[in-house]
């Protein structure tokens, strides 16, 4: 199939966030997210508001997205979107949105797994960012998601390892909510952690086999010390948040490059490529760096815009199914557990 003038748009409605996305033979003419603040005074994300903001949010993204990139509905090539994993509701007001546009126009439907866009965020064609060559070796951090995925090619992965509780960002959240810290907590820790001493306190790093991950023991640990410290003196998190932050960023990152370092031990891969939203950290980046000085690793991190929940990830694998033929049935459904 010719590559010559393809225009797709992508929907993204897995969690919290509404977007939609256009892209023209790999390069993204516009990007538009509407956030949803309503979230913030829950501490977390209420699904049946998410939902309800979705259904709202959606026609007006999608519009926007549309004039952004100059062109009209008509031109667009295919519609996708999608399909899992993530919030029931949330995922069903963007896979039906999605199913009655492109019969409507009569184009095809390509239904998109988020946590392989997460992955292929990667090969969007970006000025100033390299694509990793295959096979790579894929981690994505977000809220909502914490896996080590070996990338044979577009769409041949295998997951490697992954959390068996809790996901990296929702660790930095709980750690806030303990801290009296607002919602999402992570950029507030990561910030914080800059001025403090990462070796004020001793965390234990949770002892998990293999490559999986485990977070709630940590959390449970921080929520004791605190507890214990904060009885003994009542000002003790005042006094001493940056060190807090700094220690409780310092042991999260030990976890993740403890693990990243079996894996290239185990796999031999020395491209390693970070996708979702905790990857803006910059703890972790510098932790990177510092790899790629001491073990000789190759890492990619995307454009901050495309690292988040967004739907330019969800139009370039859009995109690459589109040239390989790979289309969805109008029957096809969200699912809440997708699988990669």
């Not at 049946?48 to 509905?73: C, F, G, M, W, Y």
Request: glycine content about 10%; charged content about 20%; some cysteine.
């Amino acid at each position: 199939m010719s590559s010559q003038n393809i225009y797709i748009l992508g929907i993204e409605s897995s969690c919290d966030d509404t977007a939609a996305s256009v892209i023209h033979n790999g390069k993204i003419l516009s990007n538009v997210v509407a956030n949803q603040k309503i979230h913030e005074a829950y501490g977390g994300v209420v699904p049946e508001l998410a939902s309800r903001a979705h259904q709202q949010n959606i026609v007006p993204v999608v519009d926007q997205a549309l004039k952004k990139a100059q062109i009209t509905k008509e031109d667009l090539h295919a519609i996708a979107f999608t399909r899992g994993p993530g919030l029931m509701g949330s995922l069903l007001v963007g896979t039906s949105f999605a199913k009655s546009l492109a019969y409507g126009l009569n184009i095809p439907l390509i239904d998109v797994n988020h946590m392989q866009a997460h992955i292929l965020a990667h090969f969007i064609d970006e000025e100033g960012f390299n694509k990793p060559p295959f096979p790579f070796l894929a981690m994505t951090i977000s809220g909502g998601h914490t896996q080590i995925v070996k990338v044979n090619s577009y769409f041949d992965m295998d997951v490697i390892g992954e959390t068996i509780d809790d996901a990296i960002g929702e660790a930095y959240d709980k750690s806030g909510k303990i801290l009296g810290l607002g919602y999402p907590a992570g950029p507030e820790i990561d910030k914080r952690a800059q001025l403090g001493n990462p070796k004020a306190f001793k965390f234990t790093k949770p002892k998990v086999d293999g490559l999986d991950f485990s977070f709630s023991g940590l959390k449970t640990a921080i929520l004791y010390f605190i507890q214990k410290e904060t009885k003994a003196n009542p000002n003790f998190i005042s006094e001493h948040l940056n060190d807090i932050c700094a220690s409780i960023q310092h042991t999260i990152i030990g976890i993740v490059i403890d693990k990243l370092k079996l894996a290239v031990k185990q796999t031999g891969i020395k491209h390693i490529a970070i996708g979702g939203g905790v990857s803006a950290n910059s703890g972790i980046r510098n932790a990177l760096k510092v790899g790629e000085r001491k073990f000789g690793w190759t890492t990619y991190v995307p454009k901050f815009e495309f690292t988040t929940d967004n739907a330019a990830m969800i139009a370039i694998v859009g995109y690459l199914k589109y040239l390989d033929g790979n289309f969805a049935k109008q029957d096809i459904t969200a699912s809440a557990r997708l699988k990669i």
